[in-house]
């Protein structure tokens, strides 16, 4: 069943795109043991817990970040995500840290630490550490921490993840100048189930084959992997 | 004493999630926090609840923190001094 | 940018009143909603005290219409919504594109988390109908279909910013003419995994916070639920309507130094006010009243601090936390504290701290403390800080 909301945001899309050309430049895809980045499979780790797995993809990247180990599920597959998209494609965000956003949503929120928390607090251990995860928007500070970005940035949660939605928020954002990029998608996990899906936006880059950023192109990208 | 000290340094490490640091890397009298094992502010109150749990210690102000948790030194004297 | 959002109406419950009037009555009389632990269920009763909106779930269901069965936290989002939406004239309602953007850290989580006892100690029992909530998203969708709202309807969740982002995102969705109305805010109910998780962070004060003070120790919680009903210049002019105030200005940034804790120079909170600022295009000293993120924490106290003497420095506007009435609500507290900028605007009043004895060692800010009012209020800065870095400021002016 199509909203009406949903109508509307889809014909306000289209207006957008006359007004200023946003394209999406680079993606990453984490799931299923998988980890892709603009079409290419980079790691293929199946068999393995989200801990054991998570850790084998930071190793085999070169990542060095020991504040990794701390964050929790939900913020590791994020950072990963972030650090595939943008250290994978070279991706320099230190020229303008202020004009570049994070705009991300997924389903359970911070669910999966929410329970561990829990667990661990009904046997009388409230533990900080874990506490400080049980919110969804703490991934995106921990992308912002390592990569230095301090734009605008918010998390959206929904039952399903609502490209138009986002791609018409960001465009926006683009269209009145707020921001010159942005790190767009849908971070999910709860329990063993992940789903980490970012893409690049950034303004036209003359004499590119980029695609638009159009709710059309980032379904094609979200589904294809 | 030094069976202590041996027994913190692995609790730390497990306790903070530090997996890339052995027990052996960690000095008696290094400093935890700022240089160091590069600790920060949650940490410290990890420490509060590593005590706690494995001790049965409440360290009740957070403003004693930085003094009992200097380095593994000063928490095993924290331990011997309180413990129950 | 000229200001083309305006505030109808709005709607507002805490523990310091179940509308506007009763929440600037409590103010005028100086009197505060942190008291001890009346209905949270808590080890921690006589230890901590809170905020409490003054109603059991019983009496939140009498008044609403709904099932006392239901979490708190929509009992208390539909109370606020409802009274706000009663401001929208009949005609506009059926009418119009309405939207409805709501903010939550906790969701329905007060009653899965005594779901959560029961299956612990046997995964065969507990009422499954106590979940069924539980997700930040589940509370809106159930409070837009209670108020009718068919159209737009969307969650945000950034922590203690998120119903100012809510409100950011609503006056967004207006201007550029995608909704006609926007009912847009945020809610949190206490519960007890949101108590133990802040004292394990050891920033809970076990007195009435002092918000400002050099010897403040930490926050007090608070719940409740405010919303704002956006409007553009359209529908003022169609619907031959008076705003409240118009938003002129907002901005969001992210401090990029620690989950948790604000960087020394508070320069997401900096740059977010400047950013409003610009927007709105004002000078620091347009501005005549701030109504500040406040918590009553060393950190977040001395980083906003810092933030405002650099952009205040050395002519500070009348200010204050009034998190030291209600307590800090999370996820509402954007936008209650929306709620009393716009009430500020309207009837020119300046909100109070509760108390005030030393200010902040090497910060030249001193809060006012006690209701100001008859005053020309032409702009109001209200700021909004979360976890995860997640800094908004937003600026309501004079129509």
Redesign the interface.
């Known amino acids: 069943m199509i909203?009406?909301?949903y109508l509307?945001?889809i014909k306000?899309v289209t207006l957008f795109q006359l007004l200023m050309n946003v394209v999406v430049s680079h993606y990453s895809r984490i799931r299923n043991g998988k980890v892709v980045s603009d079409n290419e499979l980079l790691f293929n780790i199946q068999g393995k817990t989200f801990d054991q797995f998570s850790e084998s993809v930071y190793r085999q990247a070169g990542i060095q970040y020991p504040k990794f180990h701390k964050m929790d599920h939900l913020s590791k597959l994020g950072f990963l995500a972030a650090d595939i998209l943008l250290k994978n494609n070279n991706l320099d965000i230190k020229a303008d840290?202020?004009q570049t956003g994070?705009i991300l949503s997924n389903?359970?929120?911070s669910?999966d630490t929410?329970i561990r928390?829990?667990?661990m607090?009904?046997k009388g251990i409230?533990?900080?550490a874990v506490?400080?995860?049980?919110?969804?928007?703490?991934?995106?500070?921990?992308i912002?921490?390592r990569h230095?970005?301090?734009?605008?940035?918010?998390?959206?949660?929904?039952?399903h993840y609502d490209i138009p939605?986002q791609v018409?928020?960001i465009n926006?954002l683009f269209n009145?100048g707020v921001i010159e990029s942005c790190i767009g998608g849908w971070v999910e996990l709860i329990n063993e189930t992940y789903d980490a899906f970012l893409y690049y936006a950034v303004k036209e880059i003359a004499g590119s084959q980029f695609p638009q950023h159009t709710p059309e192109s980032i379904i094609k990208l979200y589904h294809s992997n | 004493m030094t069976e202590l000290k041996e027994n913190l340094k692995r609790q730390i490490i497990e306790q903070l999630n530090l997996k890339d640091i052995k027990p052996e890397e960690i000095g008696d009298d290094q400093p935890l926090f700022v240089e160091g094992l590069g600790l920060?502010?949650?940490d410290a109150?990890e420490l509060?609840?590593l005590l706690q749990q494995h001790y049965g210690i409440k360290l009740a102000k957070?403003e004693d923190g930085p003094m009992v948790f200097k380095s593994v030194n000063t928490i095993a004297d924290y331990i011997l001094a309180h413990k129950q | 940018m000229s200001a083309s959002v305006y505030i109808t109406g709005t709607g507002i419950i805490s523990a310091i009143g179940n509308n506007i009037s009763e929440s600037i009555q409590s103010f005028r009389q100086h009197n505060s909603g942190v008291s001890k632990i009346d209905f949270l269920q808590t080890r921690h009763h006589d230890v901590f005290p809170l905020a409490e909106v003054k109603y059991s779930n019983d009496e939140l269901a009498a008044l609403t219409g709904l099932k006392p069965t239901l979490s708190r936290t929509i009992l208390l989002s539909f109370y606020a919504a409802r009274q706000a939406v009663e401001t929208i004239p009949d005609e506009a309602f059926k009418n119009c594109?309405i939207?409805f953007i709501s903010a939550s850290?906790v969701?329905g989580?007060d009653k899965t988390?005594f779901f959560?006892?029961d299956y612990?100690n046997d995964p065969q029992s507990g009422d499954l109908r106590m979940v069924q909530h539980?997700?930040?998203?589940k509370p809106t969708n159930y409070v837009a279909q209670q108020l009718g709202i068919?159209?737009?309807?969307?969650?945000?969740?950034?922590?203690c910013s998120s119903s100012a982002?809510a409100i950011m995102?609503g006056a967004?969705m207006i201007k550029?003419?995608?909704?006609d109305v926007v009912i847009a805010g945020g809610v949190d109910s206490l519960t007890r995994?949101t108590l133990?998780?802040?004292?394990?962070?050891?920033i809970v004060d076990r007195k009435q916070c002092r918000p400002l003070d050099q010897s403040r120790e930490g926050l007090n919680l608070g719940e409740g639920a405010a919303y704002v009903i956006l409007v553009s210049e359209r529908f003022l002019e169609k619907f031959k309507t008076e705003p409240m105030c118009s938003v002129s200005g907002y901005?969001?940034?992210?401090?990029?130094?620690?989950?948790?804790?604000l960087s020394d120079n508070g320069?997401?909170p900096f740059?977010a006010m400047k950013g409003a600022l610009q927007m709105a295009q004002l000078e620091p000293g347009d501005i005549s009243y701030i109504n500040m993120h406040g918590t009553g924490t060393q950190n977040n106290d001395s980083a906003e601090g810092k933030a405002l003497e650099r952009v205040f420095h050395p002519a500070y506007p009348p200010l204050s936390s009034t998190k030291s009435f209600t307590g800090h609500t999370l996820g509402a507290s954007g936008s209650i504290e929306a709620v009393f900028s716009a009430a500020s605007v309207k009837e020119g009043l300046i909100f109070p701290n509760y108390s005030f004895n030393e200010g902040i060692h090497g910060l030249s800010i001193t809060p006012v403390t006690s209701l100001i009012e008859n005053q020309n209020i032409k702009h109001v800065l209200s700021n909004s800080f979360?976890?995860?870095?997640?800094c908004t400021s937003l600026i309501f002016s004079k129509s």
């Open positions: 909203s009406q909301g509307q945001i306000f840290p202020y994070v389903h359970s929120s669910l929410d928390y829990y667990n607090a009904h409230a533990s900080p506490f400080v995860y049980s919110l969804p928007n703490i991934v995106i500070g921990e912002c921490i230095g970005i301090k734009g605008e940035n918010n998390f959206f949660i929904s039952d939605s018409d928020y926006h009145t | 920060d502010s949650i109150l509060i609840v957070a | 594109r939207g850290s969701g989580m988390e959560f006892e612990m539980h997700d930040c998203g068919k159209g737009f309807v969307s969650t945000i969740s950034t922590a982002n995102l967004r550029s003419n995608r909704l995994f133990n998780g802040f004292n394990s962070l050891m901005c969001n940034t992210n401090d990029s130094h620690h989950q948790t804790a320069n997401g740059l979360g976890f995860g870095g997640n």
